[in-house]
Structure formats: C-alpha cells, structure tokens
C-alpha cells in the first residue's frame, strides 16, 4: 500500500516549517513512524498523504542537554538515546524507565518522546514520566514560538494541541533532580496484545533535609481519564508525613479510594485496575523514596 506521495528530510526546523507551509495542512510530520504508520495501515480505506516530513534529520531535535538545573531532550530524540543517557539514568529516572520499557528493541531505536507525546494517547509511557517530572513543552504552533506545560499538550484521546500537517514539536524541559529528590516508574502490562499498559505509574518525590519527611511529591498514574493528569489530592495528603512504609501504604490506599479508572476491553476490569492502583503506587513511591534516602539509583525493568 502507498502511504504517500513524497518524502520530504528537512535538516533544520526552519526549513521543516517551510515544507509544512508549503503543503497547506496537507502534508504530516513524521518521526519514528511507530505510530503514524501503524495507524495508516490500520485504516480501511487510505488515500495516501501528499507529502510526509521526516523530523529526525534535524539535529537539535536529537539532543539531550544539560542547561543548569534544567535537562532539554528534543522531540526527536529516540526511547533508545533516553535509556543510555546517564544524564538522565540519575537526574530522570523515571523517564529512562519508561522510555526503557517502550515496545521492544525496534520501536525503542526509531520511536521518539516527540512522537510519544504527539500521539496523544493518556497511556503513553514516556507522556507519563513527563508529567510527573513536570516538564514543559516547545512548540511551534500556528507559526509562533511557544512553551506550554506538558499537561496542556493533551486536548483528549489522540487529540494534541498541535496539529501535526502545520505545527512542531521542538524539545521537553524539565527540572533535574537534586539531591534530595527522586523519581521512579512502573507499569502493569498485558504479556501480548494491545501495546500500552493496563495501568502505568511515575512518581517525583523531595524529602526535607534529614531525609525523612516528604516535603514534595508528584504522582502520575495512567490512563485514568481522556488526558494524562496528576493524582493532585493524593500529592497534598502526602506532604509533611514521615518517608516510611507506613505512609506510603497509606497513600497508596488513598490513591485506590480515590482514583476511579474504567472497564476496558483491552485493558482490564475497573476493579482489577483500581486494585493495581494500590500496588503501583506503592512500589513506586517505595522505590523514589529509597532513591532520595540512599542516593542509590539504578534504572529498574529497562529493555524487558
Ligand atoms: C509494536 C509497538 C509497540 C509499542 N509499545 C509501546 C509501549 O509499550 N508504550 C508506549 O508508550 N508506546 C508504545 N508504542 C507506540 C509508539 O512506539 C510510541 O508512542 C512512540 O514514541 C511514537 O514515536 P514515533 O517517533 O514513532 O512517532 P510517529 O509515529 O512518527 O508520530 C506519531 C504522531 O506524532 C506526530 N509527530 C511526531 N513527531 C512530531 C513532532 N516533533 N512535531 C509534531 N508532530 C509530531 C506525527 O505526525 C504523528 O501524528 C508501540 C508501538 C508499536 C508499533
């Protein structure tokens, strides 16, 4: 099947907007083409796209970068670039989780973050990692520069606030962690079927200077609803409270009561995902906490 007509390898971003100008919203980004590809292949009755953009040539897409306190990553730089970056192994972990249990070799070395994130869908691993990392996004959108929240990004299942036939995903920012904080991921994942997780959960936490009380904490754990969001009630019940097992039972447990995920057919059962809340969070916060109290941080499930 023709999936389009010409292949456009733009080498700076400048010269990546011309084209999508050029073609007047007929023309598609693509990155690694894990997704858009997929998607093609799976509509009945395709008409191929006039032109298809290909982002990953450019190089200040493809860069990690430290800038201070804060680590840039380029929309097109690949799950893989994220699972070897020590960088971000120490000071991201979560995202190096995530990112690291992303399909398998194949899609982890061509998929982007960009493309990740773009896709839209609340499931999206390395989109869970970045909210709970907080990050914000570049963007060029209706042919101004802008910086958004990564939350802002999502409009609704597959729906992003850029359109890719005009606008551009440039690079993620996000503060790096500092000594007293750490952050973690896990995922609950079917052994074959559908390619996103039953349920996924990334946690940041910072401990006050004895390491021993919460002082911060941001909780993702998704998909719940139509957009990645936090477990906002959950972080503000966790401040203040000794960093023990007792509290994080006790969070985990709040979690469960309080977040209410759906039946779905590919999934699970509310019920078994609701359980699983419970036991997400509970092994994540554990294991951020551990991180921030020890200082001992190995990305965990990476490549499995
Ligand atoms: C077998 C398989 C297993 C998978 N497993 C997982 C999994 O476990 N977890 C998971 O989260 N995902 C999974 N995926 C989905 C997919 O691999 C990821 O979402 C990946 O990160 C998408 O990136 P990409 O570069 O391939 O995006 P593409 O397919 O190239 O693009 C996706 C969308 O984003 C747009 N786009 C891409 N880059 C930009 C940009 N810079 N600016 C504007 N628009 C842009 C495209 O136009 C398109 O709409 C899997 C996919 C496959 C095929």
């Known amino acids: 099947m023709k999936l389009w007509e ?63 306190d804060f680590i840039t990553i380029g929309a097109g730089v690949t799950h893989t670039q994220i699972v070897n970056s020590p960088l971000l192994a120490r ?57 958004v929240s990564i ?4 409009l609704g299942p597959g729906q992003s606030l850029i359109d890719p036939t005009r606008d551009l ?7 790096r962690a500092d000594h007293r904080e750490a952050t973690a991921f ?4 079917r052994p074959q079927g559908v390619a996103l997780p039953i349920l996924g959960c990334a946690v940041w936490v910072r401990l006050d200077e004895n390491r021993a009380a919460f002082e911060a904490a941001r909780i993702t754990i998704a998909p719940i609803g139509p957009i990645p969001g936090r477990a906002d009630e959950v972080e503000r019940a966790i401040v203040g409270q000794p960093a023990a097992d007792e509290t994080i039972t006790q969070i985990a447990e709040l979690a469960q009561s309080m977040l209410h995920p759906r039946t779905s057919k590919y999934r699970a059962t509310a ?29 965990e499930g990476v490549g499995v």
Request: aromatic share 4%; proline share 5%; hydrophobic share 40%.
């Open 6 to 68: 010409r292949y456009h390898t733009p080498t700076t971003v400048d010269d990546a907007l011309a084209l999508l100008a050029q073609y007047d919203g007929q023309a598609r980004v693509i990155a690694g083409g894990t997704d858009l590809l997929v998607d093609a292949r799976a509509e009945g009755e395709f008409h191929p796209y006039p032109a298809l953009v290909d982002i990953t040539r450019i190089p200040e897409l493809r860069r990690i970068e430290e800038n201070g």
């Open 91 to 147: 000071d991201a972990t979560c995202l190096v989780e995530s990112c690291g249990v992303v399909g398998g070799p194949q899609v982890r070395n061509v998929g982007t973050l960009g493309g990740n994130v773009a896709h839209a869908l609340p499931a999206g691993d390395g989109t869970t990692s970045l909210v709970a990392l907080d990050a914000e996004a570049d963007i060029v959108k209706d042919g101004q520069p802008r910086r």
């Open 151 to 154: 939350q802002k990004m999502f």
């Open 169 to 175: 995903l440039l690079r993620f920012r996000f503060r």
């Open 186 to 189: 896990k995922r609950i994942m």
């Open 271 to 299: 019920d078994y995902r609701r359980e699983m809340i419970g036991v997400l969070v509970r092994r994540t916060l554990a294991l951020a906490v551990k991180r921030a109290q020890t200082g001992d941080i190995v990305p």
